[in-house]
């Protein structure tokens, strides 16, 4: 199993982006916004869709497996917003911090989607959640183990990453703000390189970002931030 998590890791993949982002906003954000200081982000709900198992491989070592990524993406994502923290209007609850209140409540990452993001804020003590999904999809039906598919970057041009970011304020539930994007994968770059992709578009659409005249020019400021 410890092969698998390495090769879903380190292995090389290339995300290019297959369609348009679709961003939804709430109305009222704008003043919602001004109550807001804090925002936790929770561990991604990721889901390793498969045709068929992989020889050797049970349910269980894929749901560890799906976990250990939400994780990993959830230390990622933070990371990044953490580097240019000065350019938002909010603060970002250190990751750590929020896993250990998580862990003391006894909510699980497999129990999290029965929790309310209102009993979550209340929970972490912050005024917004912001939490996501991901699904990849592995066309390999038979054969080659799971780290052997992303070790030699075996998924092909017809595996799609779906990625779907959403924050939702702490008093009440109210979805404020959804990102959604889908991405195709091949052989290309790191892991270090898929988190970019994955969120490089994601944080150019943020919310809480400051209205500067450095980052007006989005592309610019974001290319700085990520390469």
Request: hydrophobic share 35%; glycine share 6%; net charge positive.
């Amino acid at each position: 199993m410890k092969k698998i998590i390495i090769g879903l890791l380190s292995g090389v993949f290339l995300l290019v982006i297959t369609c348009c982002a679709v961003v939804y906003k709430a109305p009222d954000f704008p003043q919602r916004q001004r109550q807001h200081k804090l925002i936790a982000i929770t561990p991604l709900n990721v889901t390793v869709q498969y045709r068929k198992l992989p020889e050797g491989v049970t349910v269980d070592e894929i749901k560890k497996n799906e976990e250990d990524l939400g994780r990993y993406f959830q230390d990622q994502l933070y990371t990044r917003f953490l580097q240019r923290i000065d350019s938002y209007t909010i603060d970002f609850q250190d990751v750590s911090k929020t896993n250990n209140i998580l862990n003391q409540n006894n909510i699980n990452y497999q129990l999290l989607r029965d929790y309310s993001k209102e009993d979550l804020a209340s929970h972490l003590g912050v005024d917004a959640v912001l939490s996501g999904n991901i699904i990849t999809s592995q066309p390999m039906s038979t054969g080659g183990a799971v780290a052997m598919a992303f070790l030699l970057g075996l998924w092909g041009p017809t595996n799609t990453v779906g990625v779907a970011i959403t924050i939702h304020d702490g008093s009440d539930s109210k979805l404020l703000w959804k990102y959604e994007h889908t991405y195709s994968g091949t052989i290309g770059s790191s892991s270090e390189q898929v988190t970019k992709a994955l969120f490089k578009h994601l944080s150019k659409k943020f919310p809480y970002l400051k209205y500067t005249s450095r980052t007006r020019n989005s592309d610019l400021f974001y290319d700085d931030l990520y390469y």
